[in-house]
């Protein structure tokens, strides 16, 4: 979830990019870096770190110029280091080129420039597209054509994203590319801007046009021209932005956490990105375990606190069922004061969106000190917790700003998808058409996010009535529990309200007792082998003057005489229906913050990363 401003104009590009990359480090600051076309070529500045950084190395630096490119990054490939920043650059130093997303094919594509010679200077994937287009722009049939060039690059590139790329011999031109992931062009009078959001330009002009899927910009100061890949020029409608600058930080969105929670398909897409070899075969190439000590593992324990917990719940389910290996869930602040057995054949997994969370990064300390294996699900590379982990698998979710967790916990709940597939490969208990039948399901996730989240309107109108409900109880089974818990956590951080998750199940062992007339009870009902159980269960709690709240499948209409309110999600594998389900209870409680007038990005008390015990 990479920043990205392109400019070209009559100003001095330097200042033009540096101001719309402070207002997009929120999407990443692992590092920064801008390149400015002058009259002699490129130049070329980056630093790892903030953006302060950045601006200290260019401060009172002469860099004049009226194009240029810039970039604030959220590491995917290659830890955050001066070399890993963008721009990358070609081998002449001819070709700058910015990059937002994951270029699943890379490998492949390294190995055949390596062959013909050229010189890598990181460990990034975005790299390679330099290398192509000082190729292709050289010779061949779009020698001397930098969005032709482009364009035949871009149909050799799999997976999500977003490309801008300025070339020393173009001075009154910026090329970029999307496919997946957003860029949206500024128009100016005069000048012209590119950028991953309006955010990048907002400060310039408030005109805008998106860039569709596969399409390549040609950014000048008297234009803009938009193609398909086969170079066709295609129309688009320009639109008026009418946010302040304030508000463009969050996408014109009223809180942070609303706006994170419409990114969510492209982060479980990011997730899922460049998990499959040629052969459609998983590979996660962050481990460093071999796999003959993968195959040894006789046990897994996960470790987490908070949503994070609620995901290990979920991967718990994944990595027992298809793995049959025993797996344990445990709170990280619990983990090493009851003395657990582990030991070189046990597998621990440390789940935490920062890589800093105290608890868990004491529980891996732990951990290693028994000799057991530990895995990292973190979204930040370079973390404390991946640095002392045997290995890392990075969620790749982009930053959250919000302090209540929303695509944190969507991406590590795909992440341990990702890990139990992984497991069950090696170990054999799934063969490789099975691997492959299930990550198509789970590829099918962010259409299935997206067509959700366009249905959420009833669900707003939904959390609105209950905005006086002083407490609220969550009901499912199976991964819908996990669910359960996941949603009274967030009612209890957003709203401040009293909510309780349990087992379904378990509601007559004395939750019950809480029912009163009225008391709204949220229902995980997606379809699944313990409906009928379920069904009981909803017909207990009614019968006591319960508020039924349920969330169901699509066309499953088996539930609808004992719910009074009916919340749908299109149907999936069930196994996978966390990621789901878990969009309307997100929704829920930041509706329901919003009707009582309360800080939705900032609750009280609470803190984006707990970093002391």
Known sequence: MCGIVGYVGDKQALEVVLDGLRRLEYRGYDSAGVSVLDGSGLQVERKAGKLANLEELVSGRAMPGTLGIGHTRWATHGPPTDANAHPHVDCAGAVAVVHNGT????????????????????????????????????????????????????????????????????????????????????????????GSDVTAFIAHTREARAVEQDQVVEVRRAGVTVTDLEGTVVDGDSYHVDWDTDAAEKGGYEFFMLKEIEEQPAAVRETLGGRLDADGLLHLDELAMSDEDVRGIEQVFIVACGSAYHSGLIGKYAIERWCRLPVQVEMASEFRYRDPVVGRNTLVIAVSQSGETADTLEAVRHARSQ???????????????????????????????????????????????????????????????????????????PDLLTELLGRMEPVRELARSLKDEERVLFLGRHVGYPMALEGALKLKELAYVSAEGFPAGEIKHGPIALIEQGTPVVVIAPRHALQAKLINNVQEVRARGARTIVITTDGDASVLPYADDVISIPDTKSLLTPLLTIVPLQVLSAEIARARGLDVDQPRNLAKSVTVE
């Open 371 to 445: 000799r057991a294996w530990v895995l990292a699900v973190t979204n930040t590379v370079g973390s404390t917790i991946s640095r002392e982990s045997d290995a890392a698998l990075y969620t790749r979710g982009g930053p959250e700003v919000a302090v209540a967790s929303t695509k944190a916990v969507m991406t590590q709940i795909t992440a341990m998808y990702l890990v139990g597939l992984y497991l069950a490969q090696l170990r054999g208990t799934r063969d490789p058409d099975e691997v492959r039948a299930h990550m198509a399901d789970l590829s099918t996730i």
């Open 103 to 194: 270029i699943e094919n890379y490998e492949v594509l390294v190995a055949g420039l390596e062959q013909r010679g050229h010189q890598r200077r990181s460990e990034t994937d975005t790299e390679v597209v330099a290398h192509l287009l000082e190729e292709r722009y050289a010779d061949g049939p779009t020698q001397g054509d930098l969005p032709a060039s482009l364009r035949s690059i871009c149909k050799d590139l799999e997976g999500s994203f977003v490309l801008v790329v300025s070339h020393r011999d173009e001075p009154d031109l910026v090329v970029a590319a999307r496919r997946n992931l957003p860029l949206v062009i500024g128009l100016g009078d005069g000048e012209n801007f590119v």
